[in-house]
T-cell receptor
Framework: GEDVEQSLFLSVREGDSSVINCTYT??????LYWYKQEPGAGLQLLTY?????DMKQDQRLTVLLNKKDKHLSLRIADTQTGDSAIYFC??????????????FGKGTHLIIQP | DTAVSQTPKYLVTQMGNDKSIKCEQN?????MYWYKQDSKKFLKIMFS???????INETVPNRFSPKSPDKAHLNLHINSLELGDSAVYFC??????????????FGPGTRLTVT
């Protein structure tokens, strides 16, 4: 079955890099995603990566995918107070044949220390 | 313009009542979804619809019934509400396969409180 695991909390100091890790079990996952949820708000897609890629960079965000170990990470450089949120890892088998839903991890609460 | 909108944003109701949550997307997407986020922030898919057809129906009580009057709308009707139904319900939509962007766009959520 599908399962996505994340640590529940990560505390970092402002200005440091944050690395949020995720593992998944379904080897047929096609796309992997990172969503951000601020308090009381909806889900904002930060980035996604195709399973045939190893890395994707977008400004302060770097996504690394180790398909062999089924490990996904999100690195946020120069973490700011505005980055404080819950970060969800999600996988999809969006193979193009239908309407696959996302399987989410339990979310990592990123706490920024001054 | 809001891409995926939901109404109402907050819904407080008593046990046993029947209620509906509406969702609309103006992105021209073919596929729409309902997710439930519980008090611990765990998110789980409930349903997905593709071109007005039900595709995914996870183990959700049959008190929950999605209704899609057209491609742009997916409403969630809940009968005989229970305390355990209290959660935030998110609607989402995604483009058709091959459209280039494999993203799901989420609505702002509807916080349902059952008393």
């Amino acid at each position: 079955g599908e399962d996505v695991e994340q640590s529940l909390f990560l505390s970092v100091r402002e200005g440091d890099s944050s690395v949020i890790n995720c593992t998944y079990t379904d080897s047929s996952s096609t796309y992997l995603y990172w969503y951000k949820q601020e308090p009381g708000a909806g889900l904002q897609l930060l980035t996604y990566i195709f399973s045939n890629m190893d890395m994707k960079q977008d400004q302060r965000l770097t996504v690394l995918l180790n398909k062999k170990d089924k490990h996904l990470s999100l690195r946020i450089a120069d973490t700011q107070t505005g980055d404080s949120a819950i970060y969800f890892c999600a996988e999809s088998m969006y193979s193009g044949g239908g309407a696959d839903g996302l399987t989410f991890g339990k979310g990592t609460h990123l706490i920024i220390q001054p | 313009d809001t891409a995926v909108s939901q109404t109402p944003k907050y819904l407080v109701t008593q046990m046993g009542n029947d209620k509906s949550i509406k969702c609309e997307q103006n992105l021209g997407h073919d596929t729409m979804y309902w997710y439930k986020q519980d008090s611990k922030k765990f998110l789980k898919i409930m349903f997905s619809y593709n071109n007005k057809e039900l595709i995914i129906n996870e183990t959700v009580p049959n008190r929950f019934s999605p209704k899609s009057p057209d491609k742009a709308h997916l409403n969630l009707h809940i009968n005989s509400l229970e305390l355990g139904d209290s959660a935030v319900y998110f609607c989402a939509s995604s483009p058709p396969p091959g459209a280039g962007a494999y993203e799901q766009y989420f609505g702002p959520g509807t916080r349902l409180t059952v008393t």
